[in-house]
């Protein structure tokens, strides 16, 4: 099956996994910009990461023809150090011609805390003075809920058209808070702190199939860089007719990535 | 759509051994020494939530909602970077 990995940290990741999705029908992969585990100690740091991400990673990726695209910000987990969080967020601009950015993203929130929330806010100032979609990480675990409504209020206070904008991580308790305020909802498959497969297509199945994607958000943790496609085939068990996992799987993505001219893809 | 059996033949066996498993959690936090925190009454709280979802709900969100934060305003400032899996304030 074709599929479109829309949400992977592939900077934490292998070359033999992109043979892996390559193999398993992967035809394009998006990388956010995430937390590298550790606070970077220094707007240079960030620096490398993005041409990281816009310059090795799509090259390592066009080794097995994905093409690879990318999102960038400083990721809350950073920013609750404001006076740092906006210098790093004052080289961004420097790559956003860059071929395969697509947008601003992930940024969000993580403790819900006040600075967390001006950077957020910052980000999607950015994000409208160049007219770019964004990309947005919901809290783990107890923040979620929380968090997830502070996005969706911030956004409506900044005039965010939801059409651009997909929330991600969404889990039960928070799909419907984001899908019915317009916004696209991601859903991440992921061990222990996100859905399963089985509880990715329970979401479908209550809140049904548009403007929503899933994505394995596979990064330096333990995590599976094969999660979507493993979910499709368990659509299957389901019963879901191949045009809805195609749709969910393919289709959605791309509509909602092709908002962004830089998103071409052969498929 | 697969039917109620069929949704039992494909989920039946993973969810039981899940089951065992919590109700194994929970006699492993009895039999141990010292006191336990937050999580645990968070824990029971949450299967409460489950056996009985909040009108309109569904279990998996009674649940979520029964282990998330409802407080609504920005805290001043984060002490921690990683979550618990329950509010602090659970016990």
């Keep these: ?187 991440t498959l992921y061990p222990e702190s996100k859905c399963t497969p089985a509880r990715a297509i329970d979401i479908l199945e209550t809140f049904g199939n548009e403007r929503i994607w899933m994505n394995s958000a596979c990064d330096w943790g333990i995590s599976d860089p094969l999660a979507v496609i493993k979910c499709a085939l368990e659509m299957r068990k389901r019963k879901h007719p191949q045009a809805l996992i195609d749709k969910v799987i393919l289709e959605n993505p791309k509509e909602f990535l092709s908002q962004s001219p830089k998103f071409v893809i052969e498929s | 759509m697969p039917t109620k059996k069929e949704i039992l033949d494909l989920y039946f066996m993973d969810a039981r051994y899940k089951l065992i498993d919590i109700a194994a959690f929970l006699d492993r936090v009895d039999r141990h020494d010292g006191d336990a925190d937050f999580r645990h009454p968070a824990f029971l709280k949450a299967m409460e939530a489950m056996q009985s979802p909040a009108e309109g709900k569904s279990r998996a969100q009674s649940v979520l909602e029964s282990l998330s934060d409802h407080s609504d305003e920005p805290v001043e400032a984060a002490t921690i970077q990683f979550a618990f899996g329950a509010p602090t304030d659970s016990q």
Excluded at chain 1, 118 to 144: G, S, W
């Design chain 1, 1 to 187: 099956m074709n599929y479109i990995e829309p949400h992977a940290h592939m900077v934490s990741r292998t070359t033999a996994d992109y043979e892996t999705i390559a193999q398993a029908g992967c035809v394009a992969l998006c990388e956010p910009a995430f937390w590298a585990g550790y606070d970077r100690a220094s707007v240079q740091g960030f620096y490398d990461y993005y041409r990281q991400l816009t310059e090795y990673e799509p090259a390592r990726a066009k080794k097995f023809g994905i093409p690879h695209f990318t999102w960038l910000c400083i990721n809350p987990k950073e920013a609750e150090d404001a006076v740092f969080a906006r210098e790093v967020m004052s080289i961004i601009p420097d790559f956003l011609d860059k071929p395969n950015v697509l947008g601003i993203g992930e940024i969000g929130l993580n403790k819900n805390t006040k600075n967390e929330l001006a950077i957020f806010e910052e980000h999607v100032e950015i994000a409208l003075k160049y007219e770019l979609p964004i990309l947005i990480h919901t809290p783990h675990l107890e923040d979620k809920l929380k968090g997830t409504r502070l996005i969706v209020d911030a956004l409506k206070n900044a005039g965010v058209d939801p059409a651009t904008t997909i929330v991600d991580h969404v889990e039960e308790h928070t799909a419907g808070i984001v899908l019915d305020a317009g916004f696209w909802a991601g859903m």
